[in-house]
């Protein structure tokens, strides 16, 4: 049997860490959200065993319905985000072409001046 105290502490965990989710899917950070809502997904399973009395059974259930929501928008969030392009050639972010590239127009563009009389 634990103790209230430590049902407590983890309670306690868990929501701060679903604000941070809450906080990060309007962020849009998907990687952030996830962590974070990993973690708070492990830490529930350690809280249910812990429930006592029926106080703690309306608050785990609170919780697992509170991340199952975030969940939700999370992986609604991860679904929109757009899929990175990977470029072969890629430089670093520091380095710079040497050479300028310039378009395959081999002609000049004509400049025509116009004079009012």
Known sequence: MSSVAEFIEIRKSIETLAIQ??????????QESKRHLDEAN????????????????????????????????VEKMVAKLPARKRAVGKLPAGKKLERPVKPDN??????????RS
């Open 21 to 30: 989710i809450a906080l990060c899917v309007a962020q849009k950070a998907a």
């Open 42 to 73: 492990r830490q529930l399973e350690v809280l249910k065993p812990m429930v006592d009395n029926d106080v703690q059974v309306i608050v785990a259930g609170r919780l697992s319905r509170q991340l199952t929501g975030l969940g939700t928008k």
């Open 106 to 115: 081999a002609e000049e563009p004509e400049i025509t001046v116009f004079e």
